[in-house]
């Protein structure tokens, strides 16, 4: 059974710094991750999506990778602004088992003007 | 696309009531989830269909709830009756074929 993991869970810094959030999973067979966003009260907006068979990702001051092999991916954020704050949130797209998405809890971002 | 829409936004009702959430998956997609979201128990997992089949229901709390996808472009998840520890938001996401996930903007559900 797939298992997914986010460290830490919540994670405050002042606006300007460079940061990474940690996902991990325990089953390597994997389709996909996926990298959400979520403010307060609205809804999951994807930020990445990486493939089983690529490294990482980017999107403008976002980068994401993958490590199938270690079962982590990490997502980088450069430059933090206080727009940024939010919840991430990874999700991993399984081959096997009955539940193909497992979702981790999140990491809570708050970066300080 | 217009992307995931879900219906309605808000719905507040009382204990007893019988609610029905609504979902119009993207396009194509052949994967549909209905998830659960509340401050305690953060994001879970409902239900989810492939090609319009119910897959796994074992996130359902109780016969309470039940959901169906009568076709590809829709599906429905009721609550009856409601009681108020359903206060939650809902989510409807689809996806194409564990190609990406993509959500709904969701239902506030308020059972007083």
């Known amino acids: 059974k797939q298992e997914v993991t986010q460290i830490p869970a919540a994670l405050s810094v002042p606006e300007g710094e460079n940061l990474v959030l940690n996902c991990s999973f325990t089953?390597?067979?994997?389709?996909?991750l996926q990298w959400f966003r979520q403010d307060p009260g609205k809804g999951l907006t994807s930020l990445l999506l990486i493939q089983s068979s690529q490294r990482e990702q980017t999107s403008g001051r976002l980068n994401a990778s993958l490590d199938k092999s270690s079962g982590r991916s990490t997502l980088y954020i450069a430059a933090s602004q206080p727009g940024d704050s939010a919840t991430y949130l990874c999700a991993v797209f399984s081959r096997g088992g009955n539940t193909p998405l497992v979702f981790g809890k999140g990491t809570r971002l708050s970066v300080i003007a | 696309d217009a992307g995931v829409i879900q219906s309605p936004r808000h719905e507040v009702t009382e204990m007893g009531q019988e609610v029905t959430l609504r979902c119009k998956p993207i396009s194509g997609h052949d994967y549909l989830f209905w998830y659960r979201q509340t401050m305690m128990r953060g994001l879970e997992l409902l239900i989810y269909?492939?090609?319009?089949?119910?897959?796994?229901d074992s996130g359902m709390p109780e016969d309470r709830f039940s959901a169906k996808m009568p076709n590809a472009s829709f599906s429905t998840l009721k609550i009856q009756p409601s009681e108020p520890r359903d206060s939650a938001v809902y989510f409807c996401?689809?996806?194409?074929?564990?190609?990406?996930?993509?959500f709904g903007s969701g239902t506030q559900l308020s059972v007083l």
């Open positions: 269909f492939n090609n319009n089949v119910p897959i796994d």
């Open positions: 089953d390597s067979a994997i389709y996909n």
């Open positions: 996401a689809s996806s194409p074929g564990g190609l990406g996930l993509f």
